[in-house]
Every structure is written in C-alpha cells, then in structure tokens.
C-alpha cells in the first residue's frame, strides 16, 4: 500500500504560479510511475503530466510549456511547478502512483487549484 499525500493548492490570479508536491510513504519509490491528473467540477478527471522512473516526462497539450512535472527519488516525491495559470486550470489536482511490477494504481486525497482574479 502506498500513501500519497498532495500539498501546495491554494488560489492565485491568472498568469500565477503554483508547485504542488506530492510525498509517498515508504515505499520503493523508484519503482513507481509517477503522475498529476486533476478534475474539475462536472468533468472527467484528466491527466496532466506524468514521469517514470528514468525520468521520462509526458505532458497534456493543454499544459505543455507552462508546467514541469520532476520527481525526487532521494526524498520519495514528485513535483508539479504550474506557471502561466489560466482560470480554466482551476480544479483538483490528484497524485497517482503506478506500480510497475504489477499496475496497481494509488491515488492521492487531492488538492484543490483556483485559479481566479
């Protein structure tokens, strides 16, 4: 079992920036893909961006050149930096963990995003 707790939510105006963290408990963390998805209200939650463990980066076209997702496997946690913030990033924004070896997925309790003047 993995525990995923999100931080870093909050509200800013709109070209704003925020960094979300999210902390893992103990765990292998190096063998865990590592993402951001958020869900707005009355929308399907949608990935954000997502990293492996080689550091390979995948990005939504609606968040490319504005957020940078970077994991720190010394201290078992990934980073999400969000610049340029539009009203229409205003959601929850979730951690997910994938387990390699097995696909077995965690989700993190969320933290929520406003994005408003």
């Known amino acids: 079992q993995v525990q995923l707790v999100e931080s870093g939510g909050g509200l800013v105006q709109p070209g704003g920036s925020l960094r979300l963290s999210c902390a893992t408990s103990?765990?292998?963390?190096?063998?865990?893909?590592m993402g951001w998805y958020r869900q707005a209200p009355g929308k399907q939650r949608e990935m954000v961006a997502s990293i492996n463990p080689a550091g390979t980066t995948y990005y939504a076209d609606f968040v490319k050149g504005r957020f940078t997702i970077s994991r720190d496997n010394a201290r078992n946690m990934v980073l999400l930096q969000m610049d340029s913030l539009k009203p229409e990033d205003a959601a929850v924004y979730y951690c997910?963990?994938?387990?390699?070896?097995?696909?077995?997925?965690?989700w993190g309790q969320g933290t929520q995003v406003t994005v408003s003047s």
């Open positions: 103990r765990t292998i963390f190096s063998l865990y893909n």
């Open positions: 997910k963990a994938v387990l390699l070896s097995s696909g077995n997925v965690f």
